[in-house]
């Protein structure tokens, strides 16, 4: 394990530990009858010393064996010369469990404390259950500590990461409500502007207009009111720019048709399926443009057609007819198990009408409740409608598929 990635109660475990280390040598030094237990322990201490430092150790399953190995035969020397090396087999349990995998550390912990049983009868020390118990009993403890640490480790991990997954998860959810939000918000601000600024801007225009007609030409206040048209002129050509610049992307680059034609293609239409339980016929989460891409291979084949002479229509009534199609589609998509689709746009003498057809399982209007979630999928879709003068209707029956129609009158100046 790279210490610095250590707590410091791990810290102070393994401060622990060589303490441990470094008391029981002093005590097998003292205590050897001769010169060479004193210098075998000291060999032992340097062993460990230097493994303790080698940065190839803790990186290293093989360089830890290595040093394992000999600091195992410098303990071995020593337990051959004083039976107080007896205690160091505690420790070494520790070093075994910690540097080498489970496969080799168990079979090393029980020849160390193998080991450690027949040095305390090889120097003749008499026979008791104490003997065989103490190494073995040190042996189990270590062993239970190292493995269930290990696994209490193993499990922390676990959740760190799954802690990291949420806060990655919830940052993307928020950066998706606010891009929704700003959506909206342009969507807003863009219908705000025409239905006020602009549409008071083409009245104060047309009412100098009609001004200039009824003033004598030699009139002083002529000069004014032009003035004055020319500037309410110029300030409605801004405001027109505001709403298309605040208009949906999908609309930023081409016209209604352009659009709805692209929401038919393979690929950008709506994911085949709702969440488990989702009430049919609520509003589709949008994406960055507004679109809903299928999933590989998903959903319908959507054919759009376009009838009448088109005309160009208000931004208002481009998003809503964009953002109905978007959301009818979707549902037809993700709950009618629909085989074709077909949207259809129409411009007619007084009024522009857009229908959502598909020939799947149908359902029966009359019983359509909002979600639990919240959902309002046809509410939206009326509200919308009824927002700008027009109708909105759902024709369906279980098993005869479903018809969306919208129709919204023209503006004064855009009839076909």
């Given at each position: 394990?790279?210490?610095?990635?250590l707590t410091p109660a791990l810290r102070a475990l393994r401060l622990c530990l060589h303490?441990?280390?470094?008391?029981?040598?002093?005590?097998?030094?003292?205590?050897?009858?001769?010169?060479?237990?004193?210098?075998?322990?000291?060999?032992?201490?340097?062993?460990?010393?230097?493994?303790?430092?080698?940065?190839?150790?803790?990186?290293?399953?093989?360089?830890?064996?290595?040093?394992?190995?000999?600091?195992?035969?410098?303990?071995?020397?020593?337990?051959?010369?004083?039976?107080?090396?007896?205690?160091?087999?505690?420790?070494?349990?520790?070093?075994?469990?910690?540097?080498?995998?489970?496969?080799?550390?168990?079979?090393?912990?029980?020849?160390?404390?193998?080991?450690?049983?027949?040095?305390?009868?090889?120097?003749?020390?008499?026979?008791?259950?104490?003997?065989?118990?103490?190494?073995?009993?040190?042996?189990?403890?270590?062993?239970?500590?190292?493995?269930?640490?290990?696994?209490?480790?193993?499990?922390?991990?676990?959740?760190?990461?799954?802690?990291?997954?949420?806060?990655?998860?919830?940052?993307?959810?928020?950066?998706?409500?606010?891009?929704?939000?700003?959506?909206?918000?342009?969507?807003?601000?863009?219908?705000?502007?025409?239905?006020?600024?602009a549409q008071g801007l083409s009245s104060i225009q047309l009412l100098l207009r009609a001004?200039?007609?009824?003033?004598?030409?030699?009139?002083?206040?002529?000069?004014?009111?032009g003035r004055a048209r020319e500037a309410a002129q110029d300030n409605l050509a801004e405001?027109?720019?505001?709403?298309?610049?605040?208009?949906?992307?999908?609309?930023?680059?081409?016209?209604?048709?352009?659009?709805?034609?692209?929401?038919?293609?393979?690929?950008?239409?709506?994911?085949?399926?709702?969440?488990?339980?989702?009430?049919?016929?609520?509003?589709?989460?949008?994406?960055?443009?507004?679109?809903?891409?299928?999933?590989?291979?998903?959903?319908?084949?959507?054919?759009?057609?376009?009838?009448?002479?088109?005309?160009?229509?208000?931004?208002?009534?481009?998003?809503?007819?964009?953002?109905?199609?978007?959301?009818?589609?979707?549902?037809?998509?993700?709950?009618?198990?629909?085989?074709?689709?077909?949207?259809?746009?129409?411009?007619?003498?007084?009024?522009?009408?857009?229908?959502?057809?598909?020939?799947?399982?149908?359902?029966?209007?009359?019983?359509?409740?909002?979600?639990?979630?919240?959902?309002?999928?046809?509410?939206?879709?009326?509200?919308?409608?009824?927002?700008?003068?027009?109708?909105?209707?759902?024709?369906?029956?279980?098993?005869?598929?479903?018809?969306?129609?919208?129709?919204?009158?023209?503006?004064?100046?855009?009839?076909?």
């Amino acid at each position: 394990m790279d210490p610095r990635s250590l707590t410091p109660a791990l810290r102070a475990l393994r401060l622990c530990l060589h303490l441990l280390m470094a008391g029981l040598l002093v005590l097998a030094a003292v205590r050897a009858d001769s010169a060479a237990g004193t210098v075998m322990a000291v060999v032992m201490g340097a062993v460990y010393a230097a493994g303790s430092y080698l940065p190839s150790v803790r990186s290293s399953q093989r360089a830890a064996a290595a040093w394992l190995a000999v600091l195992g035969a410098s303990w071995l020397g020593l337990l051959w010369l004083t039976p107080e090396a007896l205690w160091l087999a505690f420790p070494l349990y520790f070093l075994q469990l910690h540097l080498l995998p489970t496969r080799w550390s168990l079979p090393a912990v029980a020849l160390t404390a193998g080991a450690a049983i027949l040095s305390y009868v090889g120097h003749g020390a008499a026979l008791n259950p104490g003997v065989f118990i103490g190494p073995l009993l040190g042996a189990a403890v270590a062993v239970a500590t190292v493995l269930g640490y290990q696994a209490l480790y193993r499990e922390s991990e676990r959740r760190r990461r799954l802690i990291e997954e949420l806060i990655e998860t919830r940052a993307e959810l928020a950066a998706a409500e606010r891009h929704a939000g700003t959506l909206a918000e342009r969507e807003r601000l863009a219908r705000e502007i025409h239905d006020t600024l602009a549409q008071g801007l083409s009245s104060i225009q047309l009412l100098l207009r009609a001004a200039e007609r009824v003033l004598p030409p030699d009139s002083p206040a002529a000069g004014h009111i032009g003035r004055a048209r020319e500037a309410a002129q110029d300030n409605l050509a801004e405001a027109r720019r505001f709403v298309r610049a605040l208009s949906p992307p999908d609309l930023e680059h081409g016209s209604l048709a352009a659009a709805l034609e692209r929401l038919c293609e393979p690929g950008a239409g709506p994911p085949p399926e709702g969440p488990a339980g989702a009430n049919p016929y609520e509003p589709p989460p949008e994406g960055p443009s507004g679109a809903h891409p299928y999933g590989p291979g998903g959903g319908p084949r959507v054919r759009f057609s376009v009838s009448g002479t088109p005309v160009e229509l208000p931004t208002p009534y481009e998003v809503a007819l964009l953002r109905i199609a978007q959301s009818a589609l979707a549902n037809t998509v993700r709950h009618a198990s629909a085989s074709r689709a077909e949207i259809t746009l129409s411009f007619m003498d007084a009024s522009v009408t857009l229908d959502v057809v598909d020939d799947g399982r149908g359902f029966d209007p009359a019983s359509v409740r909002p979600s639990s979630d919240g959902g309002f999928g046809l509410p939206a879709m009326r509200s919308r409608a009824e927002s700008l003068g027009g109708t909105f209707t759902v024709e369906s029956a279980p098993g005869q598929g479903t018809a969306v129609a919208v129709s919204l009158p023209l503006p004064a100046g855009a009839s076909a």
